[in-house]
């Protein structure tokens, strides 16, 4: 088993010296064997590390308009997630924030891999399924609305392949009634009629 001080070695070096998708990508490999089978005990530890830092160390919004994870004199700063987006910032060698962004969502998908029964709870209590579903169907939406159409599809689906790991292993896998509900009357997937469904389980 990984010693705890040395994964949170990792957390104060991200809020140290900045959001590294390596760094914080390095979680991953210490939850799965094999890429296949959870390890219960650093999804555990890795998901509880994260959220005690979670202000400086995840990153669900990529929204820098108004952020202290980045100094104003990167030329970033000021900049909302379509913005970062429009300019490929995914594809920055290195430091990029839209890759930082992707690697928070896939290191808490992660956390609830394996049917984690506690951590889909936590981390559905922190992240609605409704947030994850305007991430996914508006990504390329501005905040007044109107969509932007000078987002490369890469870059979108980027940052789409993320939220639907998160959406995957703590929303469709969960078997808490609470969740199932809370899909069930979701009027992005079922429309308005959601209300009817509800009242079947």
């Known amino acids: 088993l990984v010693d705890e ?42 998901l509880r590390l994260l959220l005690d830092q979670q202000e400086l160390v995840l990153d669900l919004t990529c929204d820098y308009r108004n952020s202290r994870s980045l100094s104003d004199s990167d030329q970033r700063y000021g900049k909302s997630r379509v913005d970062l987006l429009v300019e490929n910032d995914h594809k920055r060698p290195v430091f990029s924030l839209l890759k930082y962004h992707a690697a928070t969502l896939k290191t808490l998908s992660m956390c609830a891999f394996g049917k984690n029964a506690a951590n889909q709870m936590k981390i559905a209590s922190m992240i609605p399924f409704d ?10 939406l501005r905040d007044n609305g109107v969509t932007e159409f000078g987002i490369n599809p890469d870059a979108i689906r980027f940052v789409q392949t993320g939220w639907v790991m ?18 069930a009357i979701n009027s992005r997937i ?6 009817l469904t509800v009242t079947s389980l």
């Open 131 to 140: 947030v994850i579903m305007q991430n996914i169907l508006d990504v390329n």
């Open 166 to 183: 998160l959406l995957t292993d703590v929303y469709l896998t969960c078997n808490d009634s609470v969740v199932v509900r809370e899909i």
């Open 5 to 46: 001080k040395f994964l949170d070695s990792f957390v104060y070096a991200i809020i140290k010296w900045g959001r590294r998708a390596r760094w914080l990508s390095f979680f991953q490999s210490f939850m799965l064997i094999k890429n296949k089978a959870p390890v219960k005990r650093s999804q555990d530890v890795i």
């Open 190 to 195: 079922w429309g308005s009629n959601s209300d």
